[in-house]
């Protein structure tokens, strides 16, 4: 049972317009929720996080955005660019922090000139 | 550069091997991971050490032997492995681990095992 869930493996977006990456959760438990970006050959490196008594957290063009009712989070990468291509998943966490971090399947990001 | 380090980036093994995979941190964290990525999965957690001690063991295998002589050191021995045991082994540290914040990985070991 995969609690943390990204639907979409891919996504192609036009250099200079919004990205938009999707990810939901089914455990009401998870507190925190974070999002790496990976490029290839490398290990994941942290983007953004958010706990769950906020529902938006922004760094500059990264926001991320929390519905907990919908148990659905989402990134917004605006404007995006050609270096913003890479693999990013999405992670979370309860109140066993980050022992028990759990990651979504990831979803691949080709930003087009 | 995260500050998370590990040693071999490749690596290629027969079943018979023994080999080990090793991780080092320089951040001043408390806990450390073993995270193994196969193809189209997403990330499994392994192992968990927190101050030393394990503290998880996310039903791996016998033939993966975790070891962390110090919290800024962490080894993953592997022995007798099989082929479907290929995969990206990455290792990952973080503050505390009961502690909301993000861990921080290193770049990983490509392991193929034929």
């Known amino acids: 049972d995969q609690q943390v869930k990204q639907n979409s493996p891919s996504l192609s977006v036009q250099e200079g317009r919004i990205s938009i990456l999707n990810c939901d959760y089914t455990n009401s438990m998870f507190d925190y929720f974070l999002w790496y970006k990976k490029y290839p050959a490398e290990g994941p490196t942290f983007l953004i996080s958010?706990?769950?008594?906020?529902d938006k957290n922004e760094d500059g063009r990264f926001t991320v955005f929390l519905n907990k009712s919908a148990k659905h989070l989402s990134l917004h990468i605006v404007p995006s660019q050609p270096g913003d291509s890479a693999v990013y998943f999405c992670a979370a966490s309860g109140r066993q922090g980050a022992q028990k971090l759990v990651f979504g399947q990831g979803t691949r990001l080709t930003i087009n000139p | 550069e995260t500050g998370v380090t590990q040693t071999p980036r490749h690596l290629v093994m027969g079943m018979t091997n023994k080999k080990s995979l090793k991780c080092e941190q320089h951040l001043g964290h408390n806990a450390m991971y073993w995270y193994k990525q196969s193809a189209k999965k997403p990330l499994e957690l392994m192992f968990v050490?927190?101050?030393?001690?394990?503290?998880e063991n996310n039903s791996v295998p016998s033939r993966f032997s975790p070891e962390c002589p110090n919290s800024s050191h962490l080894f993953l021995h592997l022995h007798t492995l099989q082929p479907e045991d290929s995969a990206l082994y990455l290792c990952?540290?973080?503050?505390?681990?009961?502690?909301?914040?993000?861990?921080?990985f290193g770049q990983g070991t490509r392991l193929t095992v034929v």
């Open positions: 050490y927190n101050f030393k001690e394990q503290t």
């Open positions: 958010i706990s769950s008594i906020k």
């Open positions: 990952a540290s973080s503050q505390d681990q009961l502690r909301n914040t993000e861990a921080f």
